[in-house]
């Protein structure tokens, strides 16, 4: 995830680094955001960047990291 408003490292980054993945074909997603600066954290993080945390989560199950069961713990 990354955030358009992030006055460190410029989005396009995290699609050029997306992009690799895609040519490499492994599984991926990517989310950018409209806030959050160059500080998302695990709380507390402005506007529908709050969603991250969940979306991370469920990408890891999809991708049989974690298993469902420890998602809702």
Sequence with gaps: MHAFD???VH???SL???????DKNI???LHI????KHSIAL?????ST??????CER?????KMIEAEMASK
């Design 6 to 8: 992030d006055p460190a």
């Design 11 to 13: 989005p396009v980054n």
């Design 16 to 22: 050029v680094f997306y992009q690799a993945l895609l």
């Design 27 to 29: 599984p991926s997603s």
């Design 33 to 36: 955001f409209p806030q959050g």
């Design 43 to 47: 709380r507390s993080n402005p506007g």
């Design 50 to 55: 709050q969603l991250w945390t969940e979306l």
């Design 59 to 63: 990408w890891l199950v999809e991708m």
